[in-house]
């Protein structure tokens, strides 16, 4: 096994092939979870006719499986199983699942489906994590460039899928982007993740590296020692903090595209709505992945930022993108052809949102443990932002759209409703802001005065 702690100047170069292989898999990775989940809302909602609670609960049961699904496959891939054979049997059996639910219109099959196939995927992308950490020489140096990857599958998924829709359901005209027939459509998008999820199946048998089981013995008092670690300033707060930001992180990933979508067919072909209708399509998960175009740039520009900026300046950073995002879906409609550039800065916001935020919180757990408890941290961590948080943000996310559909009255224009929508998550993202101002201390223990 690689001595993947060691420093960059100490550790020998990333095989060219390695890195080949371990980026594909990251690629695939994420394109499965990336074709489905911007278009999750609209499928559900407007071709299968299931109401907000029914799909909230939905979005839910899936994190259920986040929860989960990684203690049960944590324990078969560190104590029993080779972790690339573990990722091929789920990733093969996932594969069919997700091409079966593309045509489930019963809300309870599609429930339970859903619940099975978040207890088979969840798991995997922690171990391609731990896969990747494995093998690679120098986590620090190496591990960014493979999972830049993941992003970039996604970023191709959800362009085609847009593209898909807009050329087999909407005729090649934007001005059909809200035609029944695009929203059936819609359940391609498990079917082009099924696909992604029995190639990367039948990758990980033949274009993995073999990693055997690490038959580790000591997670439990790990995760004790973790949990009192984590009761202390500053990551006390950053964990209370993340509770509710994960709610608005999932709030945008279950309304964002349905809005997006709309948007655009109320525009048509007009001005930039055209340009961007040929190149990211129709749907709205097309235009989402400018979120992850974005994400790129600031995570590659966070190791100069962080030596510039506290930690809680950067934190704040995020907290304040989160808020001007959910301001700019909020008003930004209102000003039509005008509004849609405004609108573009606010998916391109996910960027600062995940980068200075999400990624940043990870930095200051992995700094304010000791190292004996480091990974258990970043599990507890990780259980907040994709498991609660992804649970409770369903949830809230469905409740609010039914309470924002109650205040629209007949005749007002398409967007009062989602304005009322977006308001409720830019008004959390504010007080968030403010308990990070007033709570977090001004420097960790590793922080050197800035």
Known sequence: MSENGSKGAEAPALDGGLKFRLSLMMFLQYAIWGAWLPLLWDLLTQAKGFDGTQVGNIFAVG????????????????????????????HLLGGVLAWQMASLDDYNTFF??????????????????????????????????????????????????????????AGGSPDHAKDPAVYAGMADAF???????????????????????SKSEDAGNATVKALGEVSHQPLLTLFLIAVPVSCIHQFYFVHTAPFL???????????????????????????????????????????????????????????????????????APMLGDMGMPLVIVGVALHGFCFGCFIFVAFMVVDEECSSDVRASAQNLFNLVIIG?????????????AGWAATRV??????????????????????????????MYPSRGKNEEAL
Request: include cysteine; aromatic fraction near 12%.
């Open 112 to 169: 339970w489906y859903a619940l099975i196939y978040g207890l088979i995927y969840s798991p995997t992308l922690a171990l391609t994590n731990s896969l990747s950490f494995h093998h690679i020489p120098d986590r620090d140096r190496d591990f960014g460039k493979i999972r830049l990857w993941g992003t970039i599958g996604w970023i191709a998924a959800g362009i085609g899928i847009g593209q898909w829709l807009l050329h087999n359901y």
């Open 388 to 400: 609660i948080g992804i649970i409770v943000g369903s949830k809230v996310a469905s409740s609010v």
């Open 63 to 90: 994190a259920v499986g986040a929860i989960f699904g990684p203690f049960i496959a944590g324990q078969v891939a560190d104590r029993w199983f080779n972790t690339e054979k573990f990722l091929a049997i789920s």
């Open 261 to 331: 979508n709309t948007f655009q067919g109320e525009l048509g072909g007009s001005g930039l709505a055209a340009g961007l209708n040929s190149v990211f399509g129709i749907g709205g998960g097309g235009l989402m992945t400018l979120g992850q175009m974005s994400e790129i740039f600031v995570l590659a520009m966070i190791p100069v930022l962080a030596m510039r900026l506290s930690r809680k300046k950067l934190l704040m950073i995020g907290l304040l993108a989160y808020a001007a995002r959910m301001a700019l879906f909020s008003y």
């Open 191 to 213: 079917k082009l993740s099924g696909i992604c999820g029995i190639a990367m199946g039948i990758y990980c048998l033949v274009g993995l590296p073999s990693t055997p089981p």
């Open 409 to 438: 009255s007949e005749g007002d224009p398409w967007y009062a409703k989602t304005t009322e929508m977006f308001q409720v998550p830019m008004a959390a993202s504010l007080v968030c802001l403010v308990l990070m101002m007033l």
